[in-house]
């Protein structure tokens, strides 16, 4: 009789920006237009790689990939973020709530498995630069690629599964601006340990292992740039991975402060200021930090104009 009596819910309330409801008009215009920017940035990338025969090395062809996933993120966000904030708040269909979580995880975890195979391949170049090209070939650019894509959307789908078990028949508002997995889980009435456990055991490898694996590689690059006798060779080596470099910075440490660091005593508000930074704020940067980094971009740019 109890769970006849449950009310399955079909729809989520977003919430959005609560307390910026003053601001509704010039945070819309804000967040349209870095997404503009986004799209523009990362989509020129990919039209220069594809386009300009200086950037046929596999580092753009990585980039590439990268630029690719920055669009699908922001795209799987924004636009009804756009619409949460025009309106002071939004539903979302329970389906369209799991399908965007979904994409979330997916280009999430592929991202960091991109910024890793990034690192690996600065790593080859500038530690071990007479074997480079025969062992980061083609297929192999290809395999890691690959790899990346389906290990990012066949775990997101696991833990997908395991939410779909759950059942929601509480309250269906949720504080945030788009379908996190924390403000779900906190609105299922059933056991969410499961899912918790899923994530713990795959936010590991997939997060933290990446993590420390780009930070040993820039380790023994920077030991390698140290040993380059003139500054003239310190600097051009060191210029190929600033931009990496940066990138890493910025979505790690965003990523690993919502999910690594303990959030009970953060409020709502911080936790979704910092989501804003890996949602929005890293592919909004990602292109900008490669353009006015890389003078290879930057001629290619020039010569493409």
Not at 51 to 64: A, I, R, T, V
Not at 216 to 233: A, E, H, K, N, Q
Not at 284 to 295: A, G, K, M, T, V
Request: hydrophobic share 50%; glycine share 4%.
């Amino acid at each position: 009789m109890l769970e006849e009596n449950q009310t399955t819910v079909t729809e989520f309330l977003l919430l959005g920006f609560q307390n910026l409801q003053s601001f509704n008009v010039a945070l819309f215009i804000l967040f349209l237009v870095i997404y503009i920017i986004t799209l523009t940035g990362n989509l020129l990338i990919i039209v220069l790689v594809s386009n300009s025969q200086s950037l046929k090395s596999p580092m753009y062809f990585f980039l590439c990939h990268l630029s690719l996933s920055d669009i699908v993120l922001t795209t799987n966000i924004a636009p009804n973020m756009l619409h949460v904030v025009l309106n002071g708040g939004g539903t979302i269909h329970f389906t369209g709530c799991i399908m965007q979580f979904y994409f979330y995880g997916a280009l999430t975890t592929a991202e960091c498995l991109f910024l890793t195979v990034m690192s690996y391949d600065r790593y080859l170049a500038i530690c071990n630069p007479l074997r480079y090209t025969s062992i980061m070939d083609f297929r192999l650019c290809l395999h890691l690629i690959i790899w990346s894509w389906l290990i990012g959307f066949i775990v997101s789908l696991f833990l997908n599964i395991q939410i779909c078990r759950l059942q929601f028949c509480g309250p269906h508002i949720i504080d945030h601006y788009f379908c996190d997995l924390a403000p779900l889980l906190q609105l299922s009435c059933s056991d969410t340990s499961i899912v918790e456990l899923a994530d713990f055991i795959f936010a590991i490898p997939l997060t933290l292992f990446p993590f420390v694996f780009i930070i040993s590689t820039y380790v023994f690059i920077s030991l390698t740039i140290l040993r380059i006798p003139t500054t003239t060779g310190k600097q051009k080596a060191f210029s190929t991975c600033s931009s990496h470099l940066t990138v890493v910075g910025l979505f790690y440490g965003t990523l690993i402060t919502v999910y690594m660091i303990p959030s009970r005593g953060l409020s709502f508000n911080v936790n979704k200021a910092i989501s804003l930074l890996y949602t929005v704020g890293t592919p909004f940067l990602n292109p900008i930090i490669y353009s006015l980094r890389n003078q290879e971009i930057k001629l290619a740019l020039k010569k493409y104009i």
